[in-house]
């Protein structure tokens, strides 16, 4: 069974950098075709997709998003980490991690999702 769990500050001050980090456990990062990605959610809004690294280590960010979003991984640790830069009230969330299958096409696997607010 893969589980995923997410960790990080709950905390952080506008125009610091925001960084989760995902440990999977259950099955390698590395194993194909898996897409190991974050996904948040503000409040009273939807999910919004943030991006994603392969299990190639390949990444790709959502577009919107680009500019502050680096995402990485430590292979010897079975984790990956999200880093968004430059954070405002905006990115306030809960951010999920999630393996996403590409034979499958589909989510399969979430974390519990952990609540980061942007405040001062």
């Known amino acids: 069974q893969v589980q995923l769990q997410e960790s990080g500050p709950g905390l952080v001050k506008p125009s610091q950098t925001l960084s989760l980090t995902c440990t999977v456990s259950?099955?390698?990062?590395?194993?194909?075709?898996?897409?190991w990605t974050w996904i948040r959610q503000p409040p009273g809004k939807g999910l919004e997709w943030i991006g994603y690294?392969?299990?190639?280590?390949?990444?790709y960010y959502s577009p919107s998003l680009k500019s502050q979003t680096s995402i990485s991984w430590d292979t010897s640790k079975n984790q990956f980490t999200l880093q968004l830069s430059s954070v405002t009230p905006e990115d306030t969330a809960v951010y999920y991690c999630?393996?996403?299958?590409?034979?499958?096409?589909?989510?399969?696997?979430w974390g519990q999702g952990t609540q980061v607010t942007v405040s001062s």
């Open positions: 690294i392969a299990y190639s280590g390949s990444t």
């Open positions: 259950g099955g390698s990062i590395t194993t194909s075709y898996y897409y």
């Open positions: 999630a393996r996403y299958d590409d034979v499958e096409d589909l989510y399969d696997y």
